[in-house]
């Protein structure tokens, strides 16, 4: 089973300056930590210059490809039928992504091969285990 799985993407980032552009992503799902994903953006796109991460539950995202989703920080939506918005709050403000919804339709089954959905408990009480016999907790 792979310790991580990273999955990159091209986002198109929405801002107030004329125009949406492209950047790289990376959406990153760890089995060691099975309810959550990661999304991490490269420095150039943050207002202090340093990579932005961002982490929020697996399941969040697997509702966001059907419907609106999120009332807290994240909050991801369909746009359309083969595009999805990811909203990200924060005290600066707000910053939207929309990325091909196929992207992340990929990353999920590549999530839930490694974790099936309703297992991540019992993954992390495996993990737990084996790392208790080999002496590594």
């Known amino acids: 089973m792979p310790s991580v799985i990273d999955h990159a993407v091209r986002v198109r980032l929405i801002a107030t300056a004329p125009g949406p552009h492209a950047v790289p992503a990376v959406l990153q799902y760890r089995p060691a930590d099975p309810l959550a994903v990661r999304i ?15 982490a929020f539950a697996r399941e969040l995202l697997d509702e966001g490809l059907r419907g609106p989703a999120g009332r807290g920080d994240v909050r991801i939506r369909p746009y359309g039928r083969d595009r999805t918005v990811m909203e990200f709050h924060a005290d600066e403000g707000v910053a939207m992504v929309q990325m091909k919804t196929a992207d992340l339709r990929l990353f999920l089954a590549r999530s839930y091969s490694a974790v099936p959905a ?20």
């Open 118 to 137: 309703g297992q991540e408990g019992a993954q992390s009480a495996v993990e737990r285990g084996l790392a208790e016999l080999f002496g590594a907790a």
């Open 40 to 54: 991490s953006f490269p420095p150039e796109i943050s207002l202090d210059g340093a990579a932005v991460d961002w």
